[in-house]
């Protein structure tokens, strides 16, 4: 329910509850099982883009990259953990078969 509400703009589930019948809510949750928002579908929608770029870059030799491998919060069982930009960026390097200047990630 706290999607619904980030969606709708309400700050609480119990207000949502007072702003809308049960019905309208199984609504709700019938157009999110064929149109699914929120920060996690945006993730995807982003990774898609990061492993289209990366694809086209990659050397012959490396794995196709999938959205998953972008976003952490796309990955099964992985939800706690998040990558550091450094770890981000040595991630894309090695997938496309680069080195990363000694400069990055270097506060």
Same mark, same amino acid.
């Given at each position: &329910?706290?999607?619904l509400c980030l969606a709708l703009g309400v700050v609480h589930p119990d207000r949502l509850? #007072? &702003?809308m019948t049960s019905a309208e809510f199984s609504e709700w949750i019938a157009y999110y099982n064929l149109e699914p928002f929120g920060p996690q579908m945006d993730d995807l929608r982003?990774?898609?883009?990061?492993a289209t770029v990366a694809n086209v870059a990659r050397s012959k030799a490396s794995k196709a990259l999938e $959205?998953? #491998?972008f976003f952490v919060s796309l990955q099964e069982g992985q939800h706690e953990q998040r990558m550091t930009v450094?770890?981000?960026?040595? $991630?894309?390097a090695? $997938?496309?078969?680069?080195?990363?200047? #000694?400069h990055i990630g270097k506060g």
């Open positions: &329910m706290f999607r509850g #007072d &702003m982003a990774g898609t883009v990061a $959205a998953k #491998d450094e770890e981000t960026i040595q $991630a894309f090695r $997938a496309t078969g680069s080195t990363v200047p #000694d």
